[in-house]
């Protein structure tokens, strides 16, 4: 049993909304997070099959001083295999349905960037990881008694790493890597600048000679979708169809709620050819962050005009335009990503089993379930 932190606490809470905590409790201890309440709200009500979504909180006074997405869902443990490697536990699962199927409770969110705890500005820094302990201990305890025995820690970032292990590593987790997030600094003015200190000589030949097709494209900034909606799906389920690795699968509902987080912070690039919808780029922004969170595009007409390149480039016209400093481009793609001057931000994920054999067998299985090297994974664009 872990020993109660009264001084830094009074209570802590698993909510089955985030509604529960409210906009603005959440918002104070993710003051910096791009993916705040309004984009979790619009995760949690769209619809997703197979999840269901879950907010931890500590309290102190009444008032949150931390907070946790979390989620439940059946996790297949080949999800991070690449599809060759996904072709002997397909074998597996034909011979023993459900073997590779566990339920799985994680900390954090299929759909955000990193796994994070938001602290209030109150809570020390030395008070950080038993809180975080006191909370993952109460998360195992809630969950449990509903058949949720594989703990997960969702895509942890480099730089909180320490916290989790010191919070984490104690209570049995073993720590695997996880896919990297990428990055673009805008630290050049013009994108004249960009070819010339980003790229090299190759890559800024290569990207001339594709970006000759931006005459023909015609790209068109949107609140609302509803007119396109069909569309998008159509032009998503390509795009979902060639991922490499699938984890959840968005819904219409998500979409037209992804708009809903707030003009100032979330808008959708549309590319035209003519009258034909091929592409749509789905980002979130702040004061000083360009977060590229979904881009779906029709696979044959798409690359034949390179409009993943157009979009990546309209993307960082767009950040010159409005003062942004990072372009932040995500998972997957990556040697496109480091081509174009990116650099890559480390994850782990972190799990534990309840039972010890399974855990025992998990920690041994581990070295084949983690994810791959970004560099061997599939280009999708």
């Known amino acids: 049993m872990i020993a109660w932190a009264a001084q830094t606490m009074d209570e802590i809470r698993l909510h089955n909304s985030i509604r529960d905590i409210g906009r603005d409790a959440w918002n104070d201890c993710f003051a910096t997070n791009l993916e705040g309440y309004d984009y979790l709200l619009a995760t949690e009500e769209a619809?997703?099959?197979?999840?269901?979504?879950?907010?931890?909180?500590?309290?102190?006074?009444?008032?949150?001083?931390a907070t946790i997405p979390a989620f439940l869902t059946d996790y297949h443990l080949d999800t991070t295999l690449p599809r060759g490697g996904k072709k002997v536990t397909d074998a597996i699962q034909k011979l023993f349905p459900g073997l590779l199927t566990l339920k799985l409770a994680s900390i954090g969110s299929p759909l955000t960037e990193y796994g994070q705890i938001g602290f209030h500005p109150s809570v020390d820094a030395h008070e950080r990881p038993m809180l975080l302990t006191h909370m993952l201990h109460h998360f195992e305890q809630v969950v449990e008694p509903m058949g949720y025995r594989l703990l997960g820690l969702k895509d942890i970032p480099a730089?909180?790493?320490?916290?989790?292990?010191?919070?984490?590593?104690?209570?049995g987790y073993k720590s695997v890597n996880g896919l990297p997030s990428a990055y673009l600094d805008i630290?050049?003015?013009?994108?004249?600048?960009?070819?010339?200190?980003?790229?090299?000589?190759?890559?800024?030949?290569d990207m001339?000679?594709?970006?000759?097709?931006?005459?023909k494209i015609r790209v068109e900034y949107r609140e609302t979708i509803?007119?396109?909606l069909p569309r998008v799906?159509?032009?998503?389920?390509?795009?979902?169809?060639?991922?490499?690795?699938?984890?959840?699968?968005l819904t219409p509902a998500f979409f037209k709620n992804f708009l809903n987080v707030g003009k100032e912070n979330a808008l959708c690039m549309l590319y035209w050819a003519g009258t034909e919808l091929l592409a749509a780029n789905f980002l979130l922004r702040d004061g000083t962050t360009l977060l590229d969170k979904f881009f779906v595009m029709d696979s044959g007409?798409?690359?034949?005009?390179?409009?993943y390149f157009i979009s990546w480039f309209t993307n960082v016209d767009y950040c010159l335009k409005h003062g942004l400093t990072r372009f932040q481009s995500g998972q997957a793609a990556?040697?496109?990503?480091?081509?174009?001057?990116?650099?890559?931000?480390?994850?782990?994920?972190?799990?534990r089993h309840k039972n010890p054999i399974l855990n025992s067998v998990l920690r041994l299985a581990s070295p084949i379930l983690e994810a791959d090297d970004p560099m061997t994974l599939k280009e999708a664009a």
Request: charged content about 30%; glycine content about 4%.
């Open 208 to 215: 001339r000679r594709k970006l000759r097709s931006q005459d």
């Open 301 to 307: 007409t798409g690359r034949a005009h390179h409009l």
């Open 159 to 171: 730089h909180d790493e320490s916290l989790w292990n010191e919070a984490a590593l104690p209570l």
């Open 233 to 249: 799906m159509e032009l998503y389920a390509d795009t979902h169809d060639r991922a490499d690795m699938q984890f959840e699968e």
């Open 187 to 205: 630290d050049f003015a013009t994108v004249d600048e960009y070819f010339a200190t980003k790229l090299s000589h190759a890559t800024r030949k």
């Open 226 to 228: 509803d007119d396109v």
């Open 334 to 351: 990556y040697a496109n990503k480091l081509r174009l001057g990116s650099k890559l931000v480390t994850t782990r994920m972190m799990f």
């Open 47 to 65: 619809g997703i099959h197979g999840f269901e979504w879950r907010y931890l909180a500590a309290y102190k006074n009444d008032r949150a001083i």
